[in-house]
């Protein structure tokens, strides 16, 4: 796997270019020092323990650099494992592996997630993170170099599927609630993706539109769909990425199976579809059917599950909900341009009676895929509000950072975002209580990035706040 190191410590160029295209306009751009880190780096285990979770593990070449890694429970000293390495939008590794560490457990995967990456990173920043991600995996871990994996969700999925189609031997790819340009995928692997999205996710629509006219990558892109809004999968579904991950590579010839085995594997789907996690729309259920068969044909006997598909396909309880949400969509599109010329010709006022209006119409709906629907719009909206935002902060446009900051709060009040840039405009403007109100709801709202305060000009005077300080000393740096 050596030569694969080196064929990816040339390819810098290549993906800064590629960020270009990949990553979400509304990422803001940072300096390189933004990776600065006070805490304490521990160095490489000599000896990797069982159920061992080592949270800052710095990278090979630059210590300043560093990963989380967990080691399963099942772990036996001297053997190789497969990885997945996962990439969270905030760079809290943590979140992730904490919440899939029962599924490495039962697996036998290791989890490694970067303590650097984020959205906001400047894309020569980004580049370098996962150039040493990839060279940290194969020259310290105990790894399985033909079974490694990327993953994220949001950003974070972006900056996973950078890896997976730079020559760094990603075997798959897990991306969740973001896509990627599908002519990306012009080589043999990844081998095989697993493309998430809920039905409330502003970016579904990026996942619904992954389709490849090659009847082999079509044949290996798995369209993941439930209920929920834009965040990591559940548990429950995500297991399913690592079925996908083993049948795939059992298909590849990379892993070998037992007949026992391939039957456990097999079982595993049967198990999910006994949970009926996907019976609550026949959409949901189309999908989960064609992504067993697409992984265990030619493992197991799929005969029973493709009668299953095709009787689906043509129910008509499956073209009722398709012509249902095709006619929501169309609702949604109409609905999204009304709003998005609202912006700057209606005032706070009216936004924020409007925002009321929509999350009241969320909390209250029946009709789940109404209720995605309504996510959708007030997703699509954040993202709008930020990256206008973000543009004209940068541009030091007062009248409008200040009137979209108020948006960017009535619109997405959950987002800790929203609220620490209305922080950050607070400090330029010399209002001390309210930059510190803002922050402190900004941490309520999960913020706790305390380098990019230190590392923000705007906040300079604030250090010198009591109340400020003793809010930014409760997050971490």
């Known amino acids: 796997m050596k030569s694969v190191i080196n064929t990816l410590s040339k390819t810098n160029i290549i993906l800064f270019f590629s960020l270009l295209v990949l990553i979400s306009c509304g990422n803001r751009n940072v300096k390189n020092n933004d990776v600065t880190k006070t805490i304490t780096k521990v160095a490489l285990p000599k000896k990797f323990t069982a159920g061992d979770l080592s949270e800052h593990i710095s990278c090979v070449d630059d210590a300043a650099i560093s990963f989380a890694l967990y080691m399963p429970s099942t772990y036996k000293e001297g053997e190789k494992l497969p990885l997945l390495i996962l990439f969270d939008p905030h760079g809290d590794p943590l979140f992730p592996i904490n919440k899939y560490k029962l599924l490495a457990d039962k697996h036998h995967f290791m989890l490694m997630g970067s303590n650097d990456s984020k959205n906001g990173n400047a894309t020569e920043l980004t580049a370098h993170i996962i150039q040493l991600m990839a060279q940290s995996a194969y020259s310290l871990l105990p790894v399985d170099s033909n079974r490694v994996y990327s993953g994220g969700f949001s950003g974070g999925a972006r900056i996973a599927a950078l890896l997976a189609f730079s020559p760094s031997g990603i075997q798959g790819l897990v991306t969740c609630g973001a896509g990627f340009p599908i002519y990306q995928w012009n080589q043999p692997i990844p081998s095989v993706i697993c493309a998430i ?10 996942i619904n539109n992954l389709k490849s006219n090659d009847p082999v990558k079509a044949g290996r892109l798995l369209t ?35 007949n026992d085995q391939k039957k456990l594997l097999n079982d595993d789907y049967y198990a999910i579809d006994k949970n009926k996690l996907y019976a609550a729309n026949p959409i949901y259920k189309a999908f989960f059917y064609e992504r067993w068969i697409k992984a265990m044909d030619r493992i197991a006997n ?3 599950i493709k009668k299953k598909y095709i009787a689906l396909k043509s129910s008509p309880a499956l073209q009722t909900a398709i012509n249902y949400e095709q006619q929501l969509i169309k609702q949604e599109t109409d609905i999204k341009d009304g709003y998005y010329k609202s912006m700057g010709s209606r005032d706070t006022i009216w936004w924020k009676n409007e925002m009321d209006k929509l999350g009241q119409s969320i909390a209250v709906s029946y009709d789940e895929l109404k209720k995605s629907q309504l996510e959708r719009i007030r997703g699509g909206l954040s993202l709008m509000c930020y ?15 200040i009137y979209l900051s108020a948006l960017y709060r009535f619109i997405d009040p959950e987002n800790s975002e929203a609220w620490i840039l209305s922080s950050q405009i607070a400090a330029k403007e010399n209002k001390n209580v309210e930059c510190s109100n803002y922050f402190s709801q900004a941490i309520k709202m ?3 990035d305390g380098t990019r305060i230190y590392n923000t000009a705007d906040f300079g005077l604030m250090m010198s706040d009591l109340r400020f300080q003793q809010l930014l000393n409760s997050i971490p740096r």
């Open 197 to 206: 999205a809920n039905d409330g996710d502003m970016n579904l629509p990026e």
């Open 224 to 258: 993941f769909r439930n209920k929920g809004k834009h965040e990591w999968p559940s548990s429950e579904v995500f297991e399913e990425v690592f079925l996908a991950f083993n049948a795939f590579a059992c298909r590849d010839q990379i892993l070998t199976l037992t």
């Open 302 to 304: 799929v005969d029973e």
């Open 387 to 401: 990256m206008n935002l973000d543009k004209t902060l940068k541009a030091g446009a007062r009248d409008s950072y």
């Open 446 to 448: 999960g913020y706790k």
